[in-house]
């Protein structure tokens, strides 16, 4: 069996094993952050304020070195990173349940219905969901709930698009009809036959989803306008690095880094995903 597994794993394209590696890396760190953390992320240390890393003529104590604070950056990047992915992870699920649930509407009703849908996705791709953001975190202030919540609406109407493309075409298809044909109620073919058959579309539009919202979130943060302190995340890291990138570079450099591998490999995976489930592309 072992044996069976790493044979399949070495079938894998070599950036697609880095990219699920580092995937892994990344959600152990975010699991277990309480315990791999050093320091509490909000203990202040003025004296060690603006430390280099280790490496860089620093001090071992703090392996990534100190913010303007003296906060330890290894210990703010570890909880940055569940923050980040917690954030990420809630949005994508929301947006999928939004996105999926309206495309089967769409499918399923027609008519009126499915214009009043598709009039909500064209209008929701029209504007950029940027502008969006900013207006209702402006207007209606900040906090973790509202800004997972806002998230959620990311992305939604790509997903609706291709669930109720999809749903029409299993529609067409001998085995809906056979089921309808049995008087299976339409709630039972959609959740029990027609999900399962498309949901592996779905869950590589999740994937293609996932690295944006951690775009977004980090660009949002960025600007002051996504987590707040004392909270931490990784746009929020980058946000307050970005005045010390010439005295202490390595404040930015960290989470900075983080995003782009991170995104890099959900990315990779996705694509590898995507290859690999659509039958069309065999």
């Known amino acids: 069996m072992i044996n069976q597994c790493l044979k399949e794993w070495r079938r894998y394209p070599w950036l697609v094993r880095v990219g699920i590696v580092w995937i892994l890396m990344i959600l152990v760190v975010a699991i277990l952050a309480d315990s791999l953390a050093p320091y509490t992320f909000t203990s202040l240390d003025l004296k060690a304020r603006l430390s280099p890393p280790a490496w860089i003529s620093g001090n071992l104590k703090h ?11 290894l210990s703010r990047l570890i909880v940055s990173i569940r923050v980040s992915l ?20 769409s499918a399923h009703f027609r008519g009126w219905v499915e214009q009043g849908i598709l009039i909500l996705v064209d209008f929701q791709a029209s504007i950029p969901f940027m502008i969006i953001a900013l207006a209702v975190l402006a207007f209606f202030g900040n906090s973790l709930p509202l800004f997972i919540g806002l998230m959620g609406f990311y992305g939604w109407e790509r997903m609706a ?5 999809l749903t029409l075409a299993a529609n067409e298809q001998g085995y809906a009809s056979a089921v309808y044909a049995l008087g299976a109620a339409p709630m039972r073919v959609y959740l029990r ?14 994937t293609l989803t996932f690295p944006e919202v951690i775009l977004l979130e980090s660009g949002l943060s960025f600007l002051g306008l996504g987590v707040q302190p004392p909270m931490t995340s990784l746009g929020n890291m980058v946000g307050y690095g970005r005045e010390y990138v010439q ?12 995003i782009v591998f991170t995104t890099f490999s959900i990315s990779i995976v996705g694509d590898w995903l995507r290859d690999r489930l659509d039958p069309t592309l065999r």
Do not use: Y
């Open 63 to 73: 392996l990534l070195g100190t913010d303007e604070l003296g906060r330890d950056v």
């Open 86 to 105: 917690l954030i990420a992870a809630a949005s994508t699920v929301i947006s999928a349940v939004i996105g999926v649930s309206l495309g089967l509407l």
């Open 161 to 165: 698009r291709i669930t109720r493309g």
């Open 193 to 206: 036959h027609i999900l399962p058959n498309i949901a592996s579309s779905i869950i590589v539009s999740m």
């Open 247 to 258: 005295s202490a570079p390595w404040v930015l450099l960290a989470p900075s880094s983080i």
